[in-house]
Nanobody
């Protein structure tokens, strides 16, 4: 059974940082492209970043330069380092399988950025 468990969310002030983690199990993490997606209140799910099994990463334009995606295959864990956070980044963040995050995803972790 695929399981994805996110952690690391919280309340932070504008300009602050958070590091999200996603512990994966039940599938071959090492050979799977992974993504982070988010959903802000009243808005659709939004893809924000992906990392291929080979390590190549890609980002939504509005987070590029502020967010960094990484993975530790030995720990089956996906990360998202978020710096210079803005109120517009407030959302529930999910890790998801696939290069566009369209596969199974976890329960999410709430990130709230105050102004």
């Amino acid at each position: 059974e695929v399981q994805l468990v996110e952690s690391g969310g919280g309340l932070v002030e504008r300009g602050g940082s958070l590091r999200l983690s996603c512990l994966a199990s039940g599938f071959n993490f090492r050979n799977t492209d992974m993504s982070w997606v988010r959903q802000a209140p009243g808005k659709a799910l939004e893809w924000i970043s992906a990392i291929e099994k080979g390590g190549y990463s890609s980002y939504l334009a509005t987070v590029k330069g502020r967010f960094t995606i990484s993975r530790d295959n030995a720990k089956s864990t996906l990360y998202l380092q978020m710096n210079s956070l803005e109120p517009e980044d407030t959302a529930v963040y999910f890790c998801a399988m696939g290069p566009r995050g369209l596969g199974p995803r976890g329960q999410g972790t709430q990130v709230t950025v105050s102004s």
